[in-house]
């Protein structure tokens, strides 16, 4: 059954359509544009200065479980229940566009200030990835890629680089998952970490190191990936987030609550807050400054710790 797994799985890689070639290409066309892109890791000032503009993004969350803001603020992207994605201009109260995906929506995430990766459930077990150009109204929706997985799986994170175009794809359901990595040259591989369940990915802007939260020997551990190199950073650990090549992470509890945020800081971590009271680590967010923020409203497709964890399922097919 395992070889079956691998033969597959090594098909899955190699086997790409030609139309997919062709989206690779518009992938790289669409991230190699690093002069117009800005980082995402925090909120941005826009967002962060406007207390109308944020109510109305919280209003959104509430009411659809998928929401993302553009980089600058000035536009939300969310998916409605029939699955059409919308995007509103929040400067101006005004929806921009509108696109009926056709098949379940399960995430949303802007690449630049102008283009957003879109994942969809087209049944269970496949999922494609697609990018939605809000600048072409004709012919908005390209494929990237298809992913054969789990029946209950979806990706539930996905980090990139805007300098090297570097692309990490989480796929998991709630005790398994699979990581995928779009290379600068636009190549898909599947990410080995020692068959270790992952919860949470997050690439450094310079792309060269994967930071990453695996679930091993009973508890949760932040962990780096440099070029094959792996490392534990904190054992007993949530990754929080990246910004730029700054890693921010968790201290837990025996809950898997963080008490504590610290971050990297030449191979040494540094406290950064130490928490009123101990949070889950998916809601608690850091800016462009490195300033914390403790979110009350879980976003979309959390995945809660698991004690029953492996890598089996996610992959099945591929």
């Not at 996905?158 to 699979?178: K, P, R």
Request: glycine share 6%; aromatic share 8%; no cysteine.
């Amino acid at each position: 059954m395992l070889k079956k797994t691998w033969t597959k799985i090594a098909a899955f890689v190699v086997l790409v359509s030609v139309v997919q070639v062709a989206a690779f290409h518009h992938y790289n066309s669409i991230l190699g544009q690093a002069n117009s892109l800005t980082n995402q890791s925090g909120d941005s000032n826009l967002l962060a200065s406007n207390q109308q503009i944020r109510a109305e993004v919280e209003k959104l969350k509430a009411k659809y479980p998928v929401v993302d803001v553009s980089p600058d603020g000035q536009y939300v992207a969310y998916a409605d229940t029939s699955n059409i994605v919308h995007v509103m201009d929040l400067t101006t109260d005004k929806q921009l566009m509108q696109y009926n995906e056709g098949n379940l929506v399960t995430y949303l995430l802007w690449i630049r200030n102008d283009t957003l990766f879109v994942g969809l459930q087209q049944s269970p077990g496949v999922i494609t990835l697609n990018t939605l150009d809000i600048l072409e109204p004709n012919s908005p929706n390209r494929l990237i890629h298809t992913f054969y997985v789990s029946p209950t799986a979806s990706i539930r994170k996905i980090s990139y680089s805007y300098l090297t175009n570097d692309t990490y794809i989480l796929i998991a359901t709630d005790s398994s998952s699979v990581l995928y990595h779009y290379d600068t040259n636009g190549n898909i591989n599947r990410v080995h970490l020692g068959g270790v369940f992952v919860k949470n990915v997050a690439v450094t802007l310079t792309g060269d190191i994967l930071y990453y939260e695996d679930y091993s020997n009973g508890t949760f551990n932040v962990m780096s990936d440099n070029n094959g190199t792996i490392q534990t950073i904190q054992q007993g650990g949530a990754l929080i987030d990246v910004v730029n090549n700054t890693l921010y992470y968790g201290v837990i509890n025996n809950q898997g609550l963080v008490t504590a945020v610290y971050k990297l800081v030449n191979g040494q971590g540094v406290l950064v807050s130490t928490l009123a009271q101990p949070e889950l680590a998916e809601k608690i967010s850091v800016n462009s400054n490195g300033q914390i923020t403790i979110h009350h409203r879980l976003p979309s497709n959390i995945l809660q710790p698991s004690s029953n964890t492996s890598t089996d399922a996610a992959s099945a097919g591929g």
